[in-house]
């Protein structure tokens, strides 16, 4: 998705002003003869907001529009049900006129869009709510926080509606024909979202109707088959789109019109710090903030934005920390390394890498071409590390085999870019280091931590690989062999490991690459409120069904036996970039820093990450696994290599 900078950039700082910007084209055409089948078949390849309607194919003349929603009036097939039945008649802007005076009349009409003329009255396209939405954000809004303008879940005559997850869809079905409401926000148990249900999750599940006729008898009964089966015996939840994003009083107004923009779904559901629904924003009421401000009687709050952080890596020496260390554990690569490694092709794309990470609870997996030969690894940090540059905006999968990357609209345009699933091939390692079967886990530790990678991969006389070391086989040798250490000692600072709430996604990433963590520990002043541990945060998407596409959030996850912990408020993300606060998991083990490291390591396996508390529960560190990496690296260079210990105690004074 591009940033209001990165769209001023590119379009030269002009702000859109008149309908003439902001004009788009419907990439096909529909008469009065069209069958609302067709419509409903064109709408889900290409949703728009208005289609027009012509009086003949060869013809530039409208006789009306329909919206999306026109499309759930077909009952059956066979019924044949044309457009003309149900055209409306359409509103009609001037390509001069002013996209202010466009939005007051779409507002009081409630319209997702109109027809666009010239000033001699000849047709020239339409204009949509998402792309009057995307040239509102190269403008300054008049109200600059949710809180200021959202609909609560208690106003009456909303274009916002609300609805249990229970509830039969024959209740608000009605409302979604008729055009009453944008949408619907589906309400759990608890009061927090359990989805929203749109027009278009009916346009792609073409769940409102079923069969292709009359019902007619059989065997002298009369039977069901082939009848029109309404949506009144179907509950709102199994149509529903489940994995829709949220916001809350304090997020910024230009990061919801930019959401709807990108995604096409005009309403978002509004939730408090205990994740009820106390409201929605819908497409008019970001409309309300850019043009006249906050509603009568609201006022604005203070607004949270995702902090980005500048990281510097530091240098080796810096990371290593080197003091005398003379504790060799005596076993060797063959002793500890992993030898079932799963195995994808090179051309196998993320959602397989996906799934074989979940299958098989490991960290890395080897990547083989068509002839069977080892060409590469991919671990966990590659995957997430891949997603973190890749997705600027919204994931969409589309019909299951591509991910689609949609970047902020253009105003008069509807940009789609389409980029193909990454595959193995794409974010594998081919440069990794490598160790013989008899090289001690000191050495081991020494490359993996010199190479700046996770693992080191052991090859036999004719360097074909054999086997591979992580860093928890790391962990386990130190656990038996290793020598008594407190973790004081090996922990990482406060200021290295740690991020605030509010920190993007993106950034936390960029520092745990860059200090060689496992993950960083989630603070507001001296309060501890979670971790993300990369292990477990790029494995379990949310994917749901999106005008024909995947839209993809990605969450905190794991393998599979942690994969249900802390995902209540998790499983619906905030709208806007992901911050440490959308994707952090609970804190279920900490450590102090006299406690023996032997006696952590279980928990830091289970867990990433490790808080180390002080004796008033105050944060002063934290360990990670490639800390217990680092000591077996320091007992390497001091005494595995004699000769590297003047080279040593020179770069500790350095560090000093």
């Known amino acids: 998705m591009l940033k209001r900078e990165e769209v001023e950039k590119t379009v030269g700082k002009v702000v859109p002003q008149y309908v003439r910007d902001v004009v788009e084209h419907p990439p096909f055409r529909v008469t009065a003869n069209t069958t609302l089948e067709t419509l409903a078949a064109y709408l889900r390849k290409f949703p728009v907001d208005v289609v027009p309607v012509f009086k003949s194919v060869f013809s530039e003349e409208v006789v009306g529009v329909v919206y999306p929603h026109t499309a759930l009036l077909l009952k059956s097939k066979k019924l044949d049900a044309k457009v003309g039945e149900y055209v409306n008649p359409p509103l009609v802007v001037k390509e001069s006129w002013k996209i202010e005076n466009v939005l007051e009349i779409l507002t009081s009409e409630a319209k997702w869009g109109a027809v666009v003329v010239d000033e001699e009255g000849k047709y020239i396209g339409v204009v949509t709510l998402r792309g009057l939405l995307s040239a509102l954000q190269l403008r300054e809004p008049k109200a600059k926080s ?127 710090r205990e994740g009820r629904v106390v409201g929605a924003v819908t497409a008019w009421d970001v409309i309300h903030a850019y043009l006249y401000g906050p509603k009568e009687g609201r006022e604005d709050v203070e607004i949270r934005r995702a902090v980005e952080e500048r990281v510097e890596k530091p240098t080796l020496e810096a990371v290593v920390r080197l003091r005398p260390s003379k504790h060799v554990t005596g076993l060797r690569a063959r002793d500890v390394m992993a030898v079932d490694i799963p195995a994808v092709n090179v051309r196998d794309t993320l959602s397989r890498i996906r799934k074989v990470f979940l299958k098989n609870g ?66 594998m390692k081919t440069q990794y280091p490598t160790a013989g079967p008899s090289a001690t886990v000191e050495e081991i530790a020494y490359k993996m931590l010199a190479a700046g990678i996770d693992y080191v991969v052991i090859v036999d006389e004719t360097n074909t690989p054999i086997g591979v070391v992580t860093k928890d086989e790391l962990l386990k040798a130190f656990k038996e062999r290793g020598r008594s250490v407190k973790v004081g000692e090996l922990m990482t600072p406060t200021g290295v490991a740690t991020v605030n709430l509010f920190t993007s996604l993106a950034s936390a990433m960029k520092k745990i690459n860059a200090y060689e963590l496992d993950g960083v520990v989630v603070t507001e002043g001296n309060e501890l409120k979670g971790i993300i541990n990369v292990d477990d945060l790029s494995l379990r998407p949310i994917e749901e069904t999106l005008r024909g596409e995947r839209l993809v959030f990605f969450t905190k996850s794991g393998v599979r036996r942690i994969a249900t912990s802390g995902l209540k408020r998790l499983r619906y993300s905030e709208v806007g970039t992901l911050t440490a606060y959308d994707v952090m998991r609970p804190i279920e083990h900490a450590s102090t820093v006299d406690t023996d490291v032997k006696d952590v390591v279980d928990k830091l396996l289970e867990q990433g990450v490790v808080p180390v508390l002080d004796e008033k529960g105050r944060l002063v560190g934290v360990l990670n696994k490639m800390d217990v990496v680092k000591e077996l690296a320091r007992v390497y260079i001091t005494y595995a290599m004699p000769e590297k210990v003047a080279e040593a105690e020179k770069i500790e004074q350095k560090v000093r």
């Not at 009605?174 to 926000?185: A, I, P, Q």
């Not at 919204?394 to 595959?423: C, D, F, H, N, S």
């Open 362 to 427: 490991t960290a890395i997996l080897a990547v083989v071409d068509d002839e069977g030969r080892v060409v590469g690894f991919v671990t966990r940090r590659d995957f997430m590390t891949y997603i973190a540059e890749k997705s600027l905006g919204y994931w969409r999968r589309q019909k299951g085999k591509l991910l689609a990357l949609k970047e902020q609209t253009m105003p008069g345009e509807r940009v789609r870019i389409m980029v193909e699933e990454g595959t193995a091939g794409e974010i």
């Open 146 to 272: 949710v809180a200021a303008v959202y609909t609560p879940l208690d106003e009456k005559k909303s274009r916002a509606g609300f609805v249990k997850a229970i509830e039969k869809v024959s209740k608000v079905f009605k409302k979604l024909v008729g055009g009453e409401v944008d949408g619907f926000v589906v309400l759990n148990r608890v009061g927090g979202a359990a989805g929203i249900l749109t027009t278009w999750d009916f346009v792609k599940t073409r769940r409102w109707y079923k069969g292709s006729g009359e019902p007619r008898p059989l065997f002298g009964t009369r039977v069901t088959r082939g009848e029109s089966k309404h949506v009144g015996v179907a509950r709102v939840w199994r149509v529903m789109f489940r994995g829709v994003a949220t916001a809350t009083p304090e997020t910024p107004i230009d990061e919801v019109a930019r959401y709807m923009a990108v995604s096409g779904i005009y309403l978002v559901p509004v939730t408090n």
